[in-house]
T-cell receptor
Framework: DTEVTQTPKHLVMGMTNKKSLKCEQHMGHRAMYWYKQKAKKPPELMFVYSYEKLSINESVPSRFSPECPNSSLLNLHLHALQPEDSALYLC?????????????FGQGTRLTVV | AQRVTQPEKLLSVFKGAPVELKCNYSYSGSPELFWYVQYSRQRLQLLLRHISRESIKGFTADLNKGETSFHLKKPFAQEEDSAMYYCALSYYGGSQGNLIFGKGTKLSVKP
C-alpha cells in the first residue's frame, strides 16, 4: 500500500462548526505533514509530525489543531473557521522526518467555509 | 532564507517541441531537490529527485550547484505532459526539516 488516504474528499462547514480531517498511511512513514493549497498556488506547509510528535507549526492559527494518535494516523481538527480558510488541505508522509525523502501526498480534502 | 523560484507561471509549447521548466533555489547547505507534478484532478506526485539521477516519463533534471538551479527538461513534449509542475527543496536543520515548494509552472502542450 503506497497511498495516503484522506477523508472526507469534500467538506462544507459553517463558521461555528467543529469538524475534523483525517489522514492515514500504512507505509511505515514516521513523518506526516499538513499542507494548505489555495487555487493556483503551491502547497503551504502548516504542520509536521516526526515520530508522532509535533515538530513544526508554521504559525498556524489556533482554530486549526493537529493530532497524531499513532504513527499511521493524522487528524486536523477545525473550529470557528473563516471563509478565507477555504482551500484544499493536503496530507503527506515521508519515510524520514525532515523531508529528506520522497513525500507521498493524499488527494486532499476540499474545504469550503460558509 | 530557503527559497525556491520558478520564474514562469505558464509555459506553452507544441507537441514534439523541447521543454525546459526553470527552477532556482536558495539554500546555504546541501539541498535535496525534487520535481513534483499535479495532473488535472489528481494528487500531487513525485516526478523525480536529483539524487536518483533517473529519467521519468522522458524528463530529466540536473542539479547545478554553481548556478543553484534544477531545471526540468524533456526533448519532445507530449500532450499528456500538460500539468502543473512544482520544484521543491528539502532541507534539514537541527531536529526539524521541511519541504518547501516553488510557485509552480503550468505546462500546456498543444497538439
Amino acid at each position: 500500500d503506497t497511498e495516503v488516504t484522506q477523508t472526507p474528499k469534500h467538506l462544507v462547514m459553517g463558521m461555528t462548526n467543529k469538524k475534523s480531517l483525517k489522514c492515514e498511511q500504512h507505509m511505515g512513514h514516521r513523518a506526516m505533514y499538513w499542507y494548505k493549497q489555495k487555487a493556483k498556488k503551491p502547497p503551504e506547509l502548516m504542520f509536521v509530525y516526526s515520530y508522532e510528535k509535533l515538530s513544526i507549526n508554521e504559525s498556524v492559527p489556533s482554530r486549526f489543531s493537529p493530532e497524531c494518535p499513532n504513527s499511521s494516523l493524522l487528524n486536523l481538527h477545525l473550529h470557528a473557521l473563516q471563509p478565507e480558510d477555504s482551500a484544499l488541505y493536503l496530507c503527506a508522509s515521508s519515510h524520514l522526518p525532515g523531508g529528506r525523502a520522497e513525500a507521498f501526498f493524499g488527494q486532499g480534502t476540499r474545504l469550503t467555509v460558509v | 532564507a530557503q527559497r525556491v523560484t520558478q520564474p514562469e507561471k505558464l509555459l506553452s509549447v507544441f507537441k514534439g517541441a523541447p521543454v525546459e521548466l526553470k527552477c532556482n533555489y536558495s539554500y546555504s547547505g546541501s539541498p535535496e531537490l525534487f520535481w513534483y507534478v499535479q495532473y488535472s484532478r489528481q494528487r500531487l506526485q513525485l516526478l523525480l529527485r536529483h539524487i536518483s539521477r533517473e529519467s521519468i516519463k522522458g524528463f530529466t533534471a540536473d542539479l547545478n550547484k554553481g548556478e543553484t538551479s534544477f531545471h526540468l527538461k524533456k526533448p519532445f513534449a507530449q500532450e499528456e505532459d500538460s500539468a502543473m509542475y512544482y520544484c521543491a527543496l528539502s532541507y534539514y536543520g537541527g531536529s526539524q526539516g521541511n519541504l518547501i515548494f516553488g510557485k509552480g509552472t503550468k505546462l500546456s502542450v498543444k497538439p
